[in-house]
């Protein structure tokens, strides 16, 4: 098969598929599936209403007929959904994927990381918001303590995962651990990237005073510890990048707020019941899983594919740095994927 790149209405060239294999989670941090709404109430995705991993294969070779070389896999928390290792491992045969990593809050690692690695998983994103006890367990929602997620951490390093660790910085939160998570992490053998607070999904009362901002964190991680900035691994990398002075160790910030990167976005992303999504921000997706189960034909499915990505228009970020608004009704993170 032939691949084929695509590019969007801004020349943008389709690369990244994000893949959330479920909606559910053990967690629930206020920033993301508050408690208060995803409770035993929320109505959660039927089974018969997932994609199967099969569905899921079939569209990720269309979409790597088309140039995407990258595959992430998310959720909700997707070491949840059963058998995980078998979709990596189908995935990694695909023609043309080079990269499959994964973005987990970690807890089930120990038991999964090894399995994984030998399903052709190359790299983890662990989710840690801090690093001490109280304060995680206020934010997860679920009253985890920081141990089950530093296990998680050691078992993907032991299985030979590259590890970064995702830490969400919002003020009233967790301001308080940024330091601490950067002395903790320094001279480990994983790099944390701070996340600017995002107005993703409905529910977790964004405002744009909770935003502590990449200039922010970096000036505080710099009086202590002094950093300096270097230049991206590749084109579209979303982390900024500092480097310790002192040589060991380094740091990114993903600023989506203060600081966007709509210009060199190439991911779209598919939900758990097969929808697919141009923008992290959408309003709505493209029913993708119609199609599969109608019975529509590799070509016919790449051509929708081809013709969603080349009317996409979206920058969301952007936007909402020119106008300082979030007022769009949005889909939520969990069922998104991050
Ligand atoms: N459960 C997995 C985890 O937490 O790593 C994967 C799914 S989670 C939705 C993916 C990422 O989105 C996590 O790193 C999480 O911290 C981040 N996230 C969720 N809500 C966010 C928000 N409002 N702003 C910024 N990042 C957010
Ligand atoms: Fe679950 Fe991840 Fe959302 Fe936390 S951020 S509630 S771990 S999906
Ligand atoms: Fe990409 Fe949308 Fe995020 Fe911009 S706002 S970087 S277009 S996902």
């Known amino acids: 098969m032939d691949n084929t790149p695509v590019r969007d209405h801004f020349g943008r060239l389709l690369k990244d598929l994000r893949i959330s294999v479920i909606d559910k989670c053990n967690f629930r941090c206020t920033y993301c599936m508050p408690k208060e709404i995803f409770g035993h109430d929320y109505p959660f995705l039927p089974e018969s209403e997932l994609l199967s991993f099969e569905e899921i294969v079939r569209l990720?070779?269309?979409?790597?007929?088309?140039?995407?070389?990258?595959?992430?896999?998310?959720?909700?928390?997707?070491l949840l959904r059963?058998?995980?290792?078998?979709?990596?491992e189908e995935l990694y045969q695909i023609d043309g994927i080079k990269d499959i990593a994964l973005t987990t809050n970690a807890v089930l690692l120990p038991k999964q990381a090894k399995k994984l690695k030998a399903a052709g998983l190359q790299r983890v994103n662990i989710s840690l918001d801090g690093i001490?006890?109280?304060?995680?367990?206020?934010?997860?929602?679920?009253?985890?303590?920081?141990?089950?997620?530093?296990?998680?951490?050691?078992a993907a390093i032991a299985a030979g995962l590259k590890v970064k660790l995702n830490m969400v910085v919002k003020k009233g939160m967790n301001e308080s651990q940024i330091l601490p998570m950067a002395r903790y992490f320094k001279d480990k053998d994983v790099i944390l990237r701070y996340i600017e607070f995002m107005d993703v999904g409905n529910h977790n009362g964004w405002d744009m005073k909770n935003v502590i901002s990449k200039q922010e964190i970096i000036n505080k991680i710099h009086?202590?510890?002094?950093?300096?900035?270097?230049?991206?691994?590749?084109?579209?990398?979303?982390?900024?990048?500092?480097?310790?002075?002192?040589?060991?160790?380094?740091?990114?910030?993903?600023?989506?707020v203060t600081d966007s990167f709509c210009s060199?976005?190439?991911?779209?992303?598919?939900?758990?019941?097969?929808?697919?999504?141009?923008?992290?921000?959408?309003?709505?997706?493209?029913?993708?899983?119609?199609?599969?189960?109608?019975?529509?034909?590799?070509r016919q499915l790449r051509y929708d594919l081809a013709r969603l990505w080349g009317r996409r228009?979206?920058?969301?970020?952007?936007?909402?740095?020119?106008?300082?608004?979030?007022?769009?009704?949005k889909i939520e993170m969990s069922y998104i994927g991050g």
Do not use: W
């Open 132 to 154: 001490e006890d109280e304060v995680f367990k206020q934010i997860n929602g679920r009253g985890v303590g920081v141990q089950p997620v530093l296990k998680g951490i050691e």
């Open 223 to 256: 009086t202590e510890m002094p950093v300096e900035a270097v230049e991206p691994n590749y084109e579209g990398e979303v982390a900024s990048r500092f480097r310790y002075l002192d040589g060991i160790g380094e740091v990114g910030v993903i600023s989506s």
């Open 264 to 298: 060199s976005c190439t991911r779209i992303r598919l939900s758990a019941d097969g929808k697919l999504y141009t923008c992290l921000f959408a309003s709505g997706g493209y029913d993708i899983k119609s199609k599969l189960r109608e019975g529509c034909d590799d």
């Open 82 to 88: 059963k058998d995980l290792h078998e979709l990596i």
């Open 60 to 78: 990720a070779r269309q979409f790597a007929a088309l140039g995407v070389t990258k595959i992430r896999i998310t959720g909700g928390e997707p």
């Open 313 to 329: 228009k979206d920058r969301y970020s952007d936007e909402r740095a020119e106008s300082g608004k979030s007022n769009r009704k």
